[in-house]
C-alpha cells in the first residue's frame, strides 16, 4: 500500500482492520482514561494514550520511506570503440572505466587514464556491485556474457565494424551431386570497388565485383569437385592492393548412400521411366513391377539381382529403403497387403513416395481399407486449371531461372504434423510428408520433372530427385547429430549440438586431431523424448569427430578466435542490442528498482527501555526482516505494557497523597 513517498507492506484489507481494531481499542482506553474519578493530568492522560496506540500500529505495519537513490554509473570499454570516442565518454560521464583483457588492451592502456583491466563482464557482478547503470562502448559482449550482468541497465555506444563478412550461410554436410550454395553479407569498408574471390584447394572457382562502399549482399552457386573434407577460401581484393580479408569455410562431401528403391505403378509412366534410368546412374538398387494390362507386368531390375516381386511379403519389403507407388496401385494391394506394408512403415522405417493420379487427389475412389493411413493429405484445388506451371524449391536448391515444370492443379494444405519438402515461386507446397511411426509417407505434385533432362538441366533434376529421396528414405542409423547451420564454430564459444536418437541417457565423445577425447554428457528435451542437448567449449581449432557408442559421427571444424572478426563483432553487436532491447519492454519497473530505496521508518519510543535494539534499528533499517519484526513487536508490547502500568502506578500514588 503506497501513499506517497509513504510505503507500508501488506495487504490494504489487513492494513483496515487493523487500523479499525487499533481504532476500537484507542475508543476503549480513551473511555476509560475519561471516566477516571480524578480529573487531574487528563489531557497528559489522553494524549499519552494516543501516542502509544499510534506507536502500535506503527510497530505492527513497519511503514517505510521510499527516497530516490544515488545511480552508480560505470564505463565498460569493449574491442571496437574507437580511442576518441572512449575519452570523450570517459571525460563526460565521470564514472570508473573498466577495460576488457584482450589483445589490445596494451594499446589501450598508453592512452588512457584511471581504468581497470578486468577478465570477464562477471566481474563487475562479482566485485562491483553497487554499479547499476553500465555504459558499454565498442561492439558489446556475446549472449552468454550478458547473462552474468543481468539486472544492471545497459547504454550502449556501438563502434564501426571491420571490413569483412557479417552474415554467411552454407550447407557443411553434402551429397554428392548436391550444389553448394553460399549466401551472405558483406560489411561495407573504405574501398569503393573490388573482387571478391571464392577457392576451393585446387584454386580460384569463381569471383563478384563488390562495391565494397557499402553493405552488400553476395552468392554463389557450384557443384564441389570431389568427395572429402575441404576448406575453402574467400577472400576481397580491392584495386591495387593485396587482400584485405580472408576467411576459411569448411565443406563436407560424402559419397551418397546406396538406396534399394521398390516401384510398383498401375501403368507405365514417363515419369518413372526416366527416374527409374537416373537412380540407375547413381548405383541405386532398383526393382519395379508396372502392370501392363490385366493380370499382365513387366518387371524391371537395374543394380538389382531378380526378386519375385508379385506378392508383397514382410521379407521383400524389408529389403527397400523406399517404395514408390501409385494410388491406383496402392487400391489394388489386397488388404493383407497393405496392412503388412503399414507394419514396415511404422516399425522399420521405410519411406514411402505417393505418385499422383486420379485416386491420389480425389477422395471419393478413396474406398480402400487403410488410406487414411496412406492418403492423409488435404488438397486444395484450383478449380479453373488443369495443370499449372511451376518453378519447385526446396532448401538450398531451386531457381527462378530454371525451366517451368507442369504440376497437378492442387496445393498441399499446411498443418503443424506435416512436414513440408518442394514449394513454389509463391510458397505453396508441392511436396510433403506426414511421420508414420519410424517411416514417412510422402505425396509430391510435380508431373514431368524429366522435362528438366531435355532442356539441359540435368543438375536441377538430379538436386531435386536426391532432395526429395534423402528427406523421406529409411535412415542406416537411427541416430543423428545435429550441429548449427548458420554460424562459423569459434574457440571458447560455446556450441550447442542436438542428437536424435531413441536409446536411453547418450553420451557423446569428441575428438581431435591430435587425439584428444572428450565426453559430452547430454539433457534431454523437455518436449521431444528422442532429442538430446548438449553444449562443447571447444578448447583449439581444427577438425573435431563428434560421435556417439554405436559409430554415429559427424565432423565439424573449429576456426582460431581471431578468424571470422567481422562476424564476431556483428554477433556481439546483435546480442548487445537485444539486451538493452529486453530493458527498454521493463524500463518502468527497472526504474522503480533502480532509482528508488526504501528504507524503515525508526521507531524512537522505545529507546528509553532497550537503547540497543533502537540504535541498531536506526543505523541499519534495510537489515530488518519479518521473523526480526515480530519478535522486536511482541518485546515492545510487552515493555510498553509494562510502561503504562508504571505510569498508572506512578499516577495513583500521587493522587492518593494529594
Known amino acids: 500500500m503506497t501513499l506517497g513517498a509513504l510505503q507500508v507492506p501488506g495487504d490494504p484489507r489487513q492494513i483496515l482492520g487493523l487500523i479499525l481494531v487499533a481504532a476500537m481499542l484507542l475508543a476503549g482506553l480513551l473511555a476509560l482514561v475519561y471516566r477516571r474519578p480524578q480529573r487531574r493530568h487528563l489531557a497528559a492522560r489522553i494524549v499519552m494514550t494516543i501516542i502509544a496506540v499510534i506507536a502500535l500500529v506503527l510497530m505492527a505495519l513497519q511503514p517505510r520511506w521510499s527516497a530516490r537513490a544515488r545511480s552508480q554509473n560505470g564505463l565498460l570499454l569493449t574491442p571496437g570503440a574507437p580511442l576518441d570516442h572512449a575519452q570523450a565518454l570517459q571525460a563526460t560521464l565521470n564514472a570508473q572505466t573498466f577495460l576488457l583483457a584482450t589483445a589490445d588492451t596494451a594499446t589501450w592502456a598508453s592512452s588512457l587514464d584511471d581504468f581497470k583491466v578486468i577478465p570477464d563482464a562477471a566481474y563487475l557482478k562479482r566485485h562491483h556491485a553497487d554499479i547499476d547503470t553500465l555504459h558499454v ?17 545497459i547504454i550502449h555506444h556501438a563502434g564501426p565494424l571491420a571490413a569483412g563478412i557479417k ?104 515419369e518413372t521411366a526416366y527416374l527409374m534410368r537416373w537412380l540407375a546412374k547413381q548405383n541405386h538398387a532398383v526393382a519395379s513391377r508396372t502392370t501392363i494390362s490385366r493380370e499382365r507386368h513387366r518387371f524391371a531390375f537395374l543394380n538389382h539381382a531378380k526378386v519375385e516381386l508379385m506378392r508383397l511379403a514382410p521379407s521383400l519389403l524389408k529389403r527397400y529403403d523406399l517404395l514408390l507407388i501409385d494410388g491406383r496401385a496402392l487400391s489394388e494391394l489386397s488388404a493383407r497387403e497393405r496392412s503388412r506394408l503399414s507394419e514396415t512403415i511404422t516399425q522399420n522405417g521405410l519411406g514411402v513416395l505417393l505418385m499422383p493420379d486420379e485416386i491420389v487427389l480425389n477422395r471419393e475412389q478413396q474406398n480402400f481399407s487403410g488410406h487414411e493411413f496412406f492418403l492423409n493429405f488435404k488438397l486444395a484445388a484450383f478449380p479453373d486449371l488443369e495443370e499449372r506451371l511451376v518453378k519447385p524449391k526446396w532448401p538450398d536448391g531451386g531457381d527462378d531461372a530454371t525451366t517451368a515444370l507442369p504440376a497437378e492443379p492442387f496445393e498441399i494444405a499446411y498443418n503443424r504434423n506435416l512436414k513440408p519438402l518442394i514449394k513454389d515461386e509463391h510458397d505453396r507446397i508441392l511436396a510433403a510428408a506426414h511421420r508414420r511411426g519410424r517411416g514417412w509417407i510422402a505425396l509430391q505434385l510435380v508431373r514431368d520433372s524429366y522435362r528438366w533432362i531435355l532442356a539441359g538441366a540435368s543438375a536441377h533434376y538430379a538436386a531435386y530427385w536426391s532432395h526429395l529421396l534423402a528427406e523421406i528414405s529409411r535412415s542406416p542409423s537411427e541416430e543423428k547429430w545435429e550441429l548449427p547451420e548458420t554460424k562459423p564454430l569459434i ?8 542428437l536424435a536418437t531413441g536409446a536411453s541417457f547418450p553420451i557423446g565423445t569428441i575428438a581431435t586431431e591430435n587425439g584428444e577425447t572428450d565426453s559430452l554428457y547430454l539433457r534431454q528435451d523437455a518436449g521431444e523424448t528422442t532429442h538430446w542437448w548438449g553444449t562443447y567449449w571447444p578448447r583449439e581449432s581444427g577438425w573435431h569427430k563428434i560421435a556417439t557408442p554405436n559409430g554415429v559421427s559427424q565432423w565439424f571444424y573449429v576456426y582460431e578466435k581471431h578468424a571470422w572478426q567481422t562476424w564476431q563483432e556483428t554477433e556481439k553487436v546483435a546480442a548487445t542490442e537485444r539486451y538493452v532491447w529486453r530493458q527498454e519492454n521493463h524500463v518502468k519497473q527497472s526504474e522503480e528498482s533502480t ?64
Not at 562502448?137 to 541497465?153: F, K, M, R, T, V
Not at 574457440?491 to 542436438?498: A, I, N, T, W
Request: hydrophobic letters at 40%; a positive charge.
Open 137 to 153: 562502448a565498442g561492439h558489446g559482449l556475446a549472449d552468454y556474457d550478458w547473462e552474468a550482468l543481468a539486472g544492471i541497465n
Open 167 to 270: 552474415h554467411m550461410r552454407w550447407q557443411r554436410n553434402l551429397v554428392a551431386g548436391q550444389r553448394l550454395h553460399i549466401r551472405g553479407v558483406l560489411a561495407p569498408s573504405q574501398h569503393k570497388e573490388g573482387w571478391l574471390y571464392l577457392s576451393d584447394p585446387g584454386g580460384v572457382i569463381d569471383s563478384l565485383e563488390i562495391d565494397s562502399s557499402r553493405e552488400t549482399p553476395f552468392q554463389f552457386s557450384l557443384a564441389p569437385r570431389d568427395t572429402g573434407r575441404f576448406l575453402y577460401e574467400m577472400y576481397f581484393n580491392a584495386p591495387a592492393e593485396k587482400a584485405m580479408w580472408r576467411e576459411e569455410f569448411e565443406v563436407i562431401v560424402t559419397p551418397p548412400p546406396v538406396l534399394h528403391i521398390l516401384v510398383i505403378e498401375a501403368a507405365p509412366n514417363f
Open 491 to 498: 574457440v571458447d564459444q560455446p556450441l550447442q549440438v542436438r
Open 595 to 658: 532509482q528508488t530505496q526504501t528504507a524503515a521508518i525508526p521507531l524512537l519510543i522505545f529507546q528509553s527501555e532497550n537503547r540497543s535494539s533502537s540504535s541498531s534499528l536506526k543505523l541499519r533499517p534495510q537489515k530488518w526482516n519479518s521473523h526480526k519484526s515480530r519478535r522486536l513487536f511482541c518485546g515492545s508490547s510487552f515493555l510498553w505494557a509494562r510502561q503504562v502500568r508504571n505510569f498508572i502506578l506512578r499516577l495513583k500514588s500521587q493522587t492518593s497523597k494529594s
